[in-house]
């Protein structure tokens, strides 16, 4: 399986990382090494499943992914209570629900799991967008 990525890392030292390695354990440990989930916006894509992950992280709020596939769309999904209040991403006024962001751990883990099968890591909570209310905020 060929994993491909692009991200932006935002912070102190913006830079862009990207290529591809059939090997997620690797594509895991490079994410790691550049603190890839205190700040930044990308995607990462597989040839299984057709599979595509965008995450969007905050240092400050965690972690947003959305997953498509196949199968469909999937959003992370820390706590519904806070779908209502919006976080703003990359200046660019795009706005996503702060109930959609997780912690950086399990963020690895979907990470992980995304690189491995292209599908949602089963150990984590997710949504649809039809699932959300109306006036929920997310990015596709």
């Known amino acids: 399986m060929k994993i491909r990525y692009e991200i932006e890392l935002t912070g102190a030292s913006p830079r862009t990382l990207s290529g591809g390695t059939d090997i997620a354990g690797a594509l895991c440990i490079l994410l790691q090494s550049a603190n890839v989930l205190e700040g930044c916006s990308g995607s990462i894509e ?23 596939n196949r199968d469909g769309v999937y959003l992370s999904l820390k706590n519904a209570d806070d779908l209502a209040e919006t976080i703003e991403r990359g200046g660019e006024e795009r706005l996503v629900a702060r109930g959609l962001f997780i912690p950086p751990a399990d963020a690895m883990k979907a990470l992980r799991s995304f690189a491995e099968n292209g599908k949602p890591a089963a150990a984590l909570q997710w949504t649809t967008p039809e699932e959300l209310p109306d006036d929920t905020e997310f990015l596709i």
């Open 46 to 68: 597989t040839d299984t499943n057709q599979a595509k992950l965008l995450l969007e992280a905050d240092k400050d709020c965690g972690v947003y992914l959305c997953l498509t």
